[in-house]
């Protein structure tokens, strides 16, 4: 790991301050849970860390009318405990229980995901199908203009994710077909109905990151089961391809996890 | 060079580290406290779980600037001077381990997972020690190693 300068902030005002003045090559840290193996692997080389880890002011879940208002620095453990994230969105505490493994559970945080966007991370699934909001500590982000292709996002250098807003629905399903070493998604589905209709979010397998499954939406818009997307999968060629599976294994896999994230959704 | 303080086994300490240096890296070469293990040095396989203010976390994946003005556990401080730690009791009397590498790591991790659940279950144990790779045992004396340590701390 490169040598940086480390600043741990103590509220959100004061690591906008910092991160202003470390310049361009300064960078935020979260929960460190993927920005620390990057800095190990010599693929980041920041001139200073901005630590949010002693920020209280961006930890903690409440509930503001029909929304689950998390604060960034809320950890995955934090959300997956939570009486009123199970009461009102199972499927979102379901998703942080199964994210990494325990230890990397207590460090992780919200915020840090959405920040990062990795292609296969779980978090974005369930923001764009449920169309929560992004809050930073300059604006409000609808999740539909949030994610722009892998490991890149709306937010500008500087701003800093404060909450993410979740709209309760109806009902909600995730499954996920993870990796068994890193447990990070290589297909994942998060099924949302709605009042304003069924958004459906899929992460780890497109080749831009996290999208939408529009077809299938519109099927599940008009019949919410599993039978009214049979057969259904977005195209191979907008699906990414590793060692892990091919682009046509993964297409195969969205119809199988939207189904069972339907069944899931009850 | 930043000072950190923080309190390690009970006792407070202070060091002068780099920023980039690990948790793990500061509790092994400073404080000489080799009991907690570098597996992976991907946080992959849990030979490093350390407790930070009572939760598991991996000391490879942690700066030590970070842990300024935490609590911080390791396997040193699990016994009460000679009497073994329940959990670690446990795992003498289950065999849970083979060549013991990954033992540290495990017996921490365990602590943390079945504090104040006596009654676990076997599932839940396996799911919760995910994050811990053994690549002796096979992992049964393991996990009963931790049902036996959950029963013997809830007493």
């Known amino acids: ?266 | 060079m930043p000072t950190v303080n923080l309190t390690v086994n009970g006792k407070a300490v202070s060091a002068n580290v780099e920023s980039r240096t690990l948790l793990v890296n500061l509790l092994r070469e400073n404080l000489a406290l080799t009991g907690t293990h570098v597996g992976c040095d991907t946080s992959q396989c849990g030979a490093c779980v350390v407790h930070v203010d009572g939760q598991s976390v991996k000391a490879c994946t942690m700066l030590a600037v970070q842990a300024d003005g935490a609590k911080v556990t390791t396997i040193e401080g699990l016994a009460n001077g000679d009497t073994l730690h329940p959990m670690q009791e446990a795992f003498r009397d289950n065999h849970g381990l083979q060549c013991g590498f990954c033992t540290p790591g495990m017996v921490m991790s365990a602590v943390c997972l079945v504090k104040d659940r006596p009654n676990i279950t076997e599932h839940e144990v396996r799911e919760g020690l995910e994050g811990n790779i053994c690549r002796c045992t096979g992992y049964h004396n393991i996990v009963q190693a931790v049902l036996a340590g959950a029963k013997a701390m809830g007493r």
């Open chain 1, 1 to 266: 790991m490169y040598n940086f300068e480390y600043q741990k902030a103590s509220s959100a005002a004061d690591a906008a301050a910092k991160i202003k003045a470390a310049g361009e090559d300064g960078k935020l840290m979260a929960g460190g849970m993927t920005l620390i193996p990057t800095l190990k692997q010599r693929l980041a080389q920041p001139s200073a860390l901005v630590d949010l880890g002693g920020a209280k002011d961006l930890a903690g879940i409440k509930v503001e009318g029909n929304a689950v208002v998390i604060g960034a620095m809320t950890t995955h453990a934090a959300v997956a405990a939570s009486k009123d994230v199970q009461g009102k969105i199972k499927a979102l505490a379901g998703l942080a229980a199964n994210i990494g493994d325990r230890q990397v559970r207590h460090r992780g945080t919200i915020g840090g995901s959405i920040a990062n966007n990795d292609p296969a991370a779980d978090y974005p699934a369930a923001v764009l199908a449920l169309g929560a909001t992004i809050v930073t500590n300059q604006r409000k982000i609808a999740a539909d203009d949030f994610f722009k292709g892998m490991f890149e996002t709306a937010l500008q250098p500087g701003e800093i994710i404060t909450a993410v807003s979740f709209p309760v629905p109806e009902k909600a399903g995730y499954v996920k077909f993870p990796n068994p070493a890193s447990r990070y998604a290589v297909v994942g589905v998060f099924v949302a109905k709605t009042g304003g209709g069924v958004r459906v979010g899929v992460t780890g397998a497109g080749n831009s990151g996290v999208f939408r499954a529009h077809k299938m939406e519109e099927a599940l818009s008009k019949d919410f089961s599993a039978k009214a997307i049979e057969g259904m999968h977005p195209p191979a060629d907008a699906m990414n391809a590793d060692i892990h599976a091919s682009a046509e294994y993964r297409a195969h896999l969205v119809g199988v996890m939207a189904k069972r994230a339907i069944a899931a959704a009850g």
